[in-house]
């Protein structure tokens, strides 16, 4: 009944070919009788559950899940600058529900394009601060040291840091990267060895690498 993680297409994508068979996504309706769990989502044993969830989680309502995932988030904390509508955004908010990030916080404009996290930010907390000022003062409050991502001159390789259980790992934009006043208010800078010729991956990728880093010093499995 259930099966590997699938992932949702775009709805627009036209078939290759008429004959072509469709690639079924999630699970069907659950077969009756149904169990006795409030967790679960009559609606979505009766018609189906298609979204992009870990088969653990087949058929239960969006806030059970979200309940379920709060009970284990882990205590780093993600943060990106959002001054010119960085279309990475999403995708970092994809990688921290992966992850299991304790909180995405976007700092500069409240709005940031959620396209890149394919829905996944209905299961992730989302913050929003106004300035680089307004973030620093929450992370001072609430005792997490703020470390930059960002290859700039001087950063330590984040594989070879000692990364803090409790932390907040902040991101720049493209194009511009850390801005000088986040840098400021950074305990250090890390940054992603890199061997080719590119300045630097994208920022959604970078967080990607970042998170892992902090996940294999605490979440791996023995
Ligand atoms: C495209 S980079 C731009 C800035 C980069 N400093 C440069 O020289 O071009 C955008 C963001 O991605 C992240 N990033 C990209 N490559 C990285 C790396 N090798 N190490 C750490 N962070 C990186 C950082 O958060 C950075 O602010």
């Given at each position: ?182 840098r400021a208010l950074c305990e250090a800078v890390l ?32």
């Amino acid at each position: 009944m259930r099966r590997g993680l699938e992932v949702q297409p775009p709805a627009a994508v036209p078939s290759r070919s008429v004959t072509e068979p469709q690639r079924e996504v999630g699970v069907g309706p659950h077969p009756e009788p149904w169990p006795d769990d409030p967790r679960l989502d009559p609606e979505l044993l009766a018609g189906g559950d298609r979204r992009n969830v870990v088969d653990g989680y087949r058929y239960w309502r969006r806030e059970a899940i979200v309940a379920d995932l709060d009970g284990r988030r882990h205590p780093f904390h993600v943060a990106v600058e959002n001054w010119e509508h960085d279309l990475n955004i999403g995708t970092v908010v994809r990688n921290a529900n992966a992850f299991l990030a304790a909180e995405v916080h976007v700092v500069g404009r409240r709005r940031w394009n959620r396209r890149g996290a394919m829905v996944t930010d209905r299961y992730q907390h989302v913050r929003h601060h106004a300035t680089l000022a307004a973030f620093a003062g929450w992370a001072r409050e609430a005792e997490l040291p703020v470390l930059g991502i960002d290859n700039l001159p001087g950063a330590v390789a984040i594989d070879a840091f000692e990364l803090p259980r409790r932390c907040a790992l902040l991101f720049g934009q493209e194009g511009p990267g850390l801005s000088a006043e986040a840098r400021a208010l950074c305990e250090a800078v890390l940054a992603i060895r890199q061997f080719g010729s590119t300045r630097s991956i994208n920022a959604a990728a970078a967080s990607a690498v970042a998170m892992h880093e902090w996940v294999r010093r605490y979440a791996a499995a023995p």
